[in-house]
Nanobody
């Protein structure tokens, strides 16, 4: 069973920065699609950012210009650099990944999630 583990969440003031990291137990195959989702209290889970194995990236409109997604040298690890954080960014952030090539389906909204999920890390932005 593939495990994904998020780290880097915490409490930060508005305007501050955090860097989330996602690591995986998968050692034999490379994830073709990886993504960050978030869910705020009382809200539906939403896609924040996605990255393909080729390096194509997608960011939700609400975070463009502030967040950056990337994959580390180990392609089964990724990060989410979050700058100029706002109170509306407060949520539990989840790492998600899969071995399938469904990046286009994910960013177009035809699918709402990937096969593997982490437990989530809390990000709280105080105003």
């Amino acid at each position: 069973q593939v495990q994904l583990v998020e780290s880097g969440g915490g409490l930060v003031r508005a305007g501050g920065s955090l860097r989330l990291a996602c690591s995986s137990s998968e050692r034999f195959f490379t994830f073709r699609t990886m993504a960050w989702f978030r869910q705020a209290p009382g809200s539906q889970r939403e896609l924040v950012a996605a990255i393909s194995m080729r390096g194509d990236t997608h960011l939700a409109d609400s975070v463009k210009g502030r967040f950056t997604i990337g994959r580390d040298g180990n392609k089964n690890s990724m990060y989410l650099q979050m700058n100029n954080l706002k109170s509306e960014d407060t949520a539990v952030y989840y790492c998600s990944a899969e071995l399938k090539t469904r990046y286009d389906q994910l960013i177009s909204g035809r699918i709402s999630g990937l096969d593997f999920w982490g437990q989530g890390t809390q990000v709280t932005v105080s105003s």
